[in-house]
């Protein structure tokens, strides 16, 4: 095991591999399919930005993203995850606190985003306290 810090050893950027739900009693579930993709980036700053994407959307009849219908706006939101903001780790409990400064969900805005993570060589799990299991790759 290397001695560098978490918070070292995760900076760079990093692509999904796999996106799950685990509920108890549950089957997984992959929310966004199995082929999702996605891209995590943490910069030596401090800075944090995460994006995350159902493949297929469908695309809007206006060649502007103002021009969409309600139909549009709603399966492009409802298939796309992004927020950005800051990051600090706790290095004793393994966890990636991110700090939301904007996002596509207004609800996380202000807020502090818990993931306990896992890094083994060039793979970085990340776990949500609601059960999502998400992979990423250097």
């Known amino acids: 095991m290397s001695s560098a810090s978490l918070a070292s050893r995760i900076v760079g950027v990093w692509r999904l591999r796999a996106f799950e739900s685990h509920r108890a009693g549950l ?9 999702a993709t996605g891209v995590l980036v943490y910069a030596a700053d401090g800075t944090m930005s995460g994006q995350l994407m159902r493949r297929g959307r469908p695309e809007f009849a206006s060649a502007t993203i103002v021009g969409g219908t309600d139909a549009e706006l ?10 950005a903001g800051t990051f600090e780790v ?15 969900f207004p609800n996380l805005v202000d807020t502090v985003q818990e993931r306990s993570a896992t ?15 998400l992979v990423w790759e250097r």
């Open 27 to 35: 089957p997984v579930r992959h929310p966004f399919g199995r082929d």
């Open 74 to 83: 709603r399966a492009a939101a409802t298939g796309y995850v992004a927020y």
């Open 90 to 104: 706790d290095e004793a409990r393994g966890v990636v606190l991110h700090r939301v400064a904007m996002s596509l």
């Open 119 to 133: 890094l083994s060589g060039d793979l970085l799990e990340l776990r949500t306290p609601d059960g999502a299991r």
